[in-house]
RNA sequence: GCCGGUGUAGCUCAGUUGGCUAGAGCAGCUGAUUUGUAAUCAGCAGGUCACGGGUUCGAAUCCUGUCACCGGCUCCA
């Protein structure tokens, strides 16, 4: 028989011959790198055996489908060591995630990471073995009976549709329920680590029981998977709660309370910087400003729906007077009263209002983290009133818009994803479909790839998120652009058209960086706490070399301080080499190093944080080139 | 909120099976040193061992409740 391999070659083979059959025939190397077939598009088992006229692809390690494989299996090592360990425990699912794989189980007796190693050293008896993996079909009711011990099992056994024929794999003793493929055998399992240990609920459902999830990773290779957690170490040392206090920028303080940052004096200077810049960026893009105070009577909320429908997030009423008033969840509701003012008429709009609002949502305890998730923050908010046929071209001018203010701070990946109709929403048909093509245009007019959510939308309207990739390559949730229906009804929001009529106009709420707070913490595990230069809280510090260079240092401070640069000076009774690390360890961009060479000529010596000593330059020059990079945001 | 873990000086951490006045480094203060590209030396000060209750002759250590934090689940800016 002949069988088609991707570059559209053929190949003969034996009849009854299995893909396994078909790498040998390609070449040694290909069969030891094989873990899985693709044939005729659909992953299969290396033994899978081939019919004629087949289209197969061997499916490697090096392709992320294969690393797939080789994760998943490794899923049921762990899992066979766990049943070997904890006799009695329940499985519930195991597959491969972006970075690894995991496993839930229901255990006899509850485990800790301390037991990890103990797991670990069980998988790698397991992977000596180098049992195969063998695959088998089997029937609903053998199914059942295979699996009468395991509940968890069951559930998902019954759950699956009755005309899918369901499959085991077994490697010894060991059999799970699972569609495959694997790798040929537990030996290829080169290179695996048991990572940590946390509670999840089965099936994410928190009326379901919680299980004991175990993370792991698997490589290719011992030197891929030293990598890998070499990236796991580098992000810890990113890590914005580590940096915020060792850069004195922000602290959360357990008796103001959980969730609500502090911004000491650095931090409150980045974030005047992005705000100052955000500000002149949306004067300049078209908007206005608008303030709104912090808390509003409970009417405005039962108007605006969110004391019906977001309740849960919000803070219970406090009583003025014998009135209710609530902090504010949102800033959409203020913003709507100051456009139903007066009248407005169809020549208005769109009208862009702006604000920096600080809004309080009660989060749950367990779910607080740093700066990227409290229950006090500043949204970088803006709602956009519009008559349906500017639409379009308003939610591509937020596109144009969002991209230039991620890439100033230095961002140009991101994830982008439209969320559609939910199934619990409001509004016509035809205004969901208007406003979905409205997005989807206008994200294909800006270029941008981008994934659908079905089903994802808010309830009032389809959506924008935009996730952005940082230095590590991971994903923040920031920007979102979502269109609303819902609150211009409720609030009876209108325009005078030009037939003198009464119309609805169309509400877009957007956060293009998202929160002050998410967006600084991303900044600050982006840039590992090193800001540029033109974010840096302080871009230059001046060492004088001895107490005599004090004046010098003074009048280059100065200087620099004409130019705008914010400058600090080190009179501390340190050594050169002391202050010079004190510098380093705020990461702080430029130390000046200021002594009699440089006091006679006019000098200062330069060091960068990025590049170490730069050598001696004229103080004016420095100044200028300074104030320059600042300009240039480089 | 739930599962597992953690909580000792401003920070990072020691503190044995319950047993002297709870230790160290860094940071801070004082003094000496006036220093040339990542830590000069010496001294001093600093703790309700997260908080409350209990067991014990005796608790940082054992039990228990609360709070906070860490890793997740869920949710989201």
């Keep these: 028989m002949k069988i088609i391999l991707p570059d559209k070659s053929q190949l003969d083979l034996q009849n009854g011959a299995t893909a396994l059959d078909a790498t040998s025939a390609i070449g040694k190397r290909l069969a030891a790198d094989a873990v899985a077939a693709k044939i005729n598009g659909m992953l299969v088992d290396l033994n899978h055996s081939l019919d004629d006229g087949d289209v197969v692809e061997i499916v490697t390690l090096a392709s992320p489908e294969g690393l797939e494989v080789l994760r998943h299996s490794a899923a049921h090592v762990l899992a066979d060591a766990v049943m070997q360990l904890y006799p009695g425990a329940r499985l519930g699912i195991g597959p491969a995630i972006s970075d690894g794989f995991y496993y839930d189980f229901q255990l006899p007796r509850p485990a800790s990471e301390a037991d990890l190693p103990a797991i670990e050293a069980k998988m790698a008896e397991i992977v000596k073995n180098a049992a195969p993996f063998k695959r088998r079909e089997l029937g609903r009711d053998e199914a059942n009976a295979l699996f009468a011990g395991q509940p968890l099992k069951l559930e998902l056994i019954g759950e699956l549709p009755p005309e899918d024929a369901l499959s085991v794999y077994s490697n010894d003793e060991f059999t799970d329920l699972c569609r495959g493929p694997h790798i040929p055998d537990t030996g290829r399992l080169k290179a695996f680590q048991l990572l940590s240990l946390a509670g999840a609920y089965w099936r994410g459902d928190e009326k379901n029981p919680m299980l004991t999830r175990i993370y792991g990773t698997a490589f290719p290779s011992g030197k891929e998977l030293e990598q890998h957690l070499q990236n796991l170490k580098e992000a810890e040392r990113r890590d ?325 640069i914010r400058v600090e000076l080190d009179y501390s009774k340190e050594s050169v080499g002391k202050k010079i690390r004190n510098a380093e360890v705020d990461k702080v961009p430029y130390m000046l190093v200021v002594g009699d060479r440089e006091e006679d000529a006019g000098t200062v010596s330069v060091r960068s944080y990025a590049e170490g000593d730069l050598g001696s330059r004229p103080c004016e020059e420095l100044a200028a080139d300074l104030a320059r990079q600042v300009e240039e945001k480089s």
């Design 240 to 564: 914005h709660r580590l940096l915020g206090r060792q850069l004195d920028l922000f602290h959360i303080d357990e008796e103001v309370g959980a969730g609500l940052p502090l911004w000491h004096p650095k931090g409150a200077l980045v974030r005047k910087i992005i705000e100052d810049l955000w500000r002149e960026a949306h004067l300049a893009n078209g908007y206005e400003m608008v303030m709104i105070p912090h808390i509003a009577s409970a009417d405005l909320w039962k108007t605006s729906g969110h004391w019906d429908f977001y309740r849960e997030n919000m803070y219970s009423p406090m009583d003025i007077e014998g009135q209710e008033y609530i902090v504010k969840p949102m800033n959409c509701p203020g913003h709507i009263k100051i456009y139903k003012s007066r009248v407005r008429s169809y020549r208005e709009l769109p009208i862009r209002w702006a604000e920096l609002g600080t809004v309080y949502r009660y989060e749950r305890s367990g779910v607080l983290h740093g700066l990227l998730r409290v229950r006090g923050f500043t949204q970088d908010d803006a709602h956009i009133f519009c008559r349906p046929d500017q639409l379009e071209d308003e939610i591509q001018s937020v596109i144009r818009f969002v991209l230039f203010m991620l890439k100033t701070f230095g961002f140009d990946q991101y994830d982008v994803f439209l969320s559609t109709r939910p199934e619990k929403s409001v509004g016509s048909d035809e205004n969901w479909e208007r406003a979905t093509g409205a997005l989807k245009a206008s994200l294909e007019k800006s270029g941008l790839n981008y994934g659908v959510d079905p089903g994802e939308g808010v309830f009032y309207g389809p959506k924008i998120d935009l996730k952005i990739r940082d230095a590590l390559g991971r994903a923040w949730q920031c920007t979102t652009i979502q269109v609303d229906f819902n609150l211009p009804e409720r609030f009876d929001v209108t325009y005078v058209g030009e037939d003198n009529q009464e119309h609805r106009p169309i509400m877009i709420h957007r956060a293009l960086l998202g929160s002050l707070e998410r967006f600084v913490g991303c900044l600050i595990e982006h840039y590992a706490g090193a800001f540029p230069l033109w974010l840096a809280p302080v871009q230059a510090v001046i060492l004088p070399v001895a107490d005599r260079h004090m004046d010098y240092a003074g009048q280059v401070a100065e200087r620099l301080s004409r130019e705008s």
